[in-house]
């Protein structure tokens, strides 16, 4: 069974940054896509970044793009989100999330999740 355990999240000042961690277990397949979504208070949850184990490729939303940098550790099973010059708009609950489609934007997308990590960010 896949599980997919966050940590990092907590509460930091407009301007700061912050590094998630996504600890991934029981893969039985070498091909799938495994990325981040997260969910800010009222709204829908939405993938911002995600990298494509059968290709390589990765997908960054605009909101991220620049300011979020997407890491792997292959042999620990490891995916990190370094978060830079954060916003109070960045401020929701992130999920580490795994599908099989090739890029995974939408929830309807994602075949596993993890429980979450909260971030605040204060003005």
């Known amino acids: 069974e896949v599980q997919l355990v966050e940590t990092g999240g907590a509460l930091v000042q407009t301007g700061g940054s912050l590094n998630l961690s996504c600890a991934a277990f029981?893969?039985?397949?070498?091909?799938?896509?495994i990325g981040w979504f997260r969910q800010a208070p009222g709204n829908k949850r939405e993938g911002i970044a995600c990298?494509?184990?059968?290709?390589?490729?990765?997908y960054y939303a605009n909101s991220v793009k620049g300011r979020f940098t997407m890491t792997s550790d292959n042999a620990k099973n490891m995916l990190y989100l370094q978060m830079n010059d954060l916003n109070p708009e960045d401020t929701g609950v992130y999920y580490c999330?795994?599908?099989?489609?090739?890029?995974?934007?939408?929830?309807?997308?994602?075949?596993?999740w993890g429980k979450g990590t909260l971030v605040i960010v204060s003005s």
């Open positions: 029981g893969f039985t397949r070498d091909e799938y896509t």
């Open positions: 990298i494509s184990r059968y290709d390589g490729s990765t």
């Open positions: 999330a795994v599908g099989l489609e090739h890029r995974i934007v939408v929830a309807v997308q994602v075949d596993y």
